[in-house]
């Protein structure tokens, strides 16, 4: 018996030493170093316990503008993209004829490199001195003033930001939403159809409630994504993203983090990365609490 | 008479409204094939733009007459884009092969043997899932760098390691293998390693392929944790090695070739894709999210 129970935990030993040094250690450090006041990389000693790291955090403007951003990110890309690969997946689930060849293209964004196709998507929206860029010209043909979408107004790079972080988490969600489609029951469709029933009743009464949970499932997953988002803004506008005003909260804490000179702040950063978690555990919650209300079955 | 003619005549519309419709949902999807697909031909056209011609077009053209493979010679030799893919690739390998072996004997140990505290042990696994990686990144960071492994392959790779989701993807594939096959190979003393090597393993390999082809992926886009542990231009992955071209200057100047650095890493992953894009789409419903 002593041996066999030695035997489980053994195997089990590398994924516990891992975890244990790389994510459990971690976490309760985080909120450690969050509370510790004047942290000092180097000698690794504090002055003090205290709030004050929160208050520095809150009371940063660059914090404040991520925060904004953030939001702004959040609140237009997480029900535009859901609405969007709703309709594809609605669009792929009525088709048989290349069905499969539109399911692999659109998951195509899903492997490529997000750091790697932000550029390009640079240099579309880019307006430099000599060429206005592709989408430029596009946008003049209906008569449109050339716009810099880089380095221009706020909303210009604001746009640019939902759209390319819209084009990269769309795949992930019209995969989930045509298996979904997929698995209601045909039964359901014939009776209704037998019954006379519209197509726009049948989406809202079988389809709909059908792909409740998934529905859900994605918002819930979309708002955390979109609450992480990071890597998208620094393909667009550089590693300088405080300058550019395109800062997230993500890509603040890793500003406070990392520093050139060498040690950096993990203090601020532990608490931007705890007010970060709280806001997303809060909307988590919300988003689970609606969901017992409206998700069916 | 009438009667029949009437039904003619709804056969007909009906017809009709399908095509309508047909052609319309045809429409839409391919537009939106065609949104996803651009960034991938304007790349690659760009990417064979010699940069005088690049530089002289004010209206971008839409092709090109004269490829030319300049610009892919020019970001290997002047860029360092092949050690950054040098750099990426051991950090893939090596990231992959320690994450299979923890991943594969932790599943195992879930799924086949008894021992206390297994359900608890499970359990805690499960509920590490949670947890976000913006908050453990920094005391890692603060660990790497005092052990001064900042800049090595060490300490790139040993906190990409852990993925409990992995974990539980294999422990349930594993635990679907009846029973029967681990008893008869008891009886005829076979290791429980060897038992592991030999019966659960091959049986799983489909979830097992699965499961490296996601962390591949995972690997060659990682960019977060690479950028923070390393500074040095010379251990810089493609990602932070991309994004370096950028800021060095190099890229803005020279845009043909900073989307021929942009092809060259996007193709690896391309072609993997092609290749396995069931498994991989497959893999993916199941439960996995980006990065």
Redesign the interface.
Known sequence: MENKSMKGWLYLLPAILFLGLFMVYPLIDVFVYSFEEGYDFVSQTAEGVGLFNYSYVLHDPYFMQAVKNTFILVAVTVPASTVLALLISLGLSSITRLRNLFQTVYFLPYVSNTLAVGLVFMILFDKTDSAPGLINVLLSIFGVEPVDFIDGPYWAKMLVLCLYTIWVVLPFKILVLTSALASVDETYYKAARVDGTSKARIFRKVTLPMISPTMFYLIITGFIGAFKAYSDAVALFGENLNVAEMNTIVGYVYEVLYDEAGGGYPSFASAAAIILFVIVLTITCINLMVSKKHVHY | MSKIMDFDRIEKRARQTALIR?IV??G??GL??L???F??Y??LL?SVKSQGAY?S????QLYTLSPTMQNYLQVFTEADLGRYFANTLIFTVLTTALML???V??A???AR????G?NL?FVL?LA?MM??S??????????M??AHLDNTFLGLI??S??S?FY?YLLKENFAQIPDELYYAAKVDATS?LKYLRKVMIPICRPTIVTVLILKV?EC??S??WP??IT?DPKMFL???G??QI??SGY?RDN?PA??A??VA??VP??L??LIF?KK??AG??RGG???
């Open positions: 047909n949902v045809y839409l999807l939106w094939a949104v996803v697909l960034p991938f304007w790349m760009t530089a077009e004010i209206v971008p072996g923890v991943t004997l932790a195992f140990a879930f043997l008894d021992f206390p297994k042990a696994f590490l947890i976000p913006e908050l453990v990144v920094i005391t890692n960071f603060v660990t760098k005092n040993l906190p390691v852990s409990v974990i429980d992926i060659w886009n960019y977060i950028r923070l500074d493609v990602s932070g991309i994004q950028r800021e890229g845009i900073m989307m650095a942009v890493v996007s992953l391309i993997l894709f894009h991989i789409m993916v419903a999210t980006k990065g």
